[in-house]
């Protein structure tokens, strides 16, 4: 079992839906980190949190470090969105998942 | 400061030949890492240093690998004698070294050996 797992692998939406991206870790933790990943490689830190909740326009994360899992949500969808969404976890270096791959239709 | 650079953004090579990828981290961040990442997965830890010093190599990192940042700004990754196994993309990231800063990560170079 991976340490760190995300649900689910693959994800397509509508532009304009409400998008959650899940992610549950077996490893003790001081932060949470959500990713974005276009295609070519380059990885976008969105959000480093390690207790309740952050907004940063359309996208929110929110992490129960008791459960040992986080949500990445999406609202109101955009094609642009479309991308792979990893989560990772750690502090001197980072355990990835295997990334959600998102794609919005128009 | 432009971000963390990387050099070359792809690498093609024949196996068996070695190869060496550099990474530019944001001036300030005394922390580099090196991340390997195959098609369909999440990357996965290589090493970092904090300044100069190596503080952590993953049993990943065979002895055909090696990483320097030798004055404590760039880094050096450094592949001899390629193997096919080895084509992936080779993340950088940089980062402070206090606790709960975030991280900033490079294109990446991608490397195939054929």
């Known amino acids: 079992k991976n340490e760190v797992e995300q649900s689910p692998q693959n994800l397509t939406a509508q532009e304009g839906e409400f998008i959650t991206i899940n992610c549950s870790y077996s490893v003790g933790i001081s932060a949470l980190h959500w990713l974005q990943q276009h295609p070519g490689g380059g990885i976008v830190s969105l959000f480093m949190?390690?207790?309740g909740k952050k907004k940063h326009g359309r996208l929110i994360a929110t992490i129960n470090i008791q459960e040992k899992h986080s949500s990445l949500h999406i609202t109101a969808s955009h094609p642009r969105d479309s991308a792979v969404y990893i989560c990772a976890v750690g502090s001197d270096k980072l355990i990835f998942g295997t990334g959600t791959r998102l794609q919005v239709f128009p | 400061d432009t971000g963390v650079s990387q050099d070359p953004r792809h690498k093609i090579t024949k196996r068996g030949q070695n190869v060496t990828f550099r990474c530019d981290p944001i001036s300030e961040h005394n922390r580099l890492y090196w991340y390997r990442q195959t098609l369909g997965q999440g990357p996965e830890f290589l090493t970092y240093f904090q300044n100069e010093a190596q503080l952590e190599k993953s049993r990943l990192l065979s002895d055909r690998f090696s990483a320097e940042r030798p004055k404590g700004s760039f880094s050096t990754l450094e592949i001899q004698r390629t193997e096919q196994g080895d084509s992936a993309m080779y993340l950088c990231?940089?980062?402070?070294?206090?606790?709960?800063?975030?991280?900033?990560f490079g294109s990446g170079t991608r490397l195939t050996v054929v």
């Open positions: 949190l390690s207790s």
């Open positions: 990231a940089s980062s402070y070294s206090t606790a709960n800063y975030g991280y900033t």
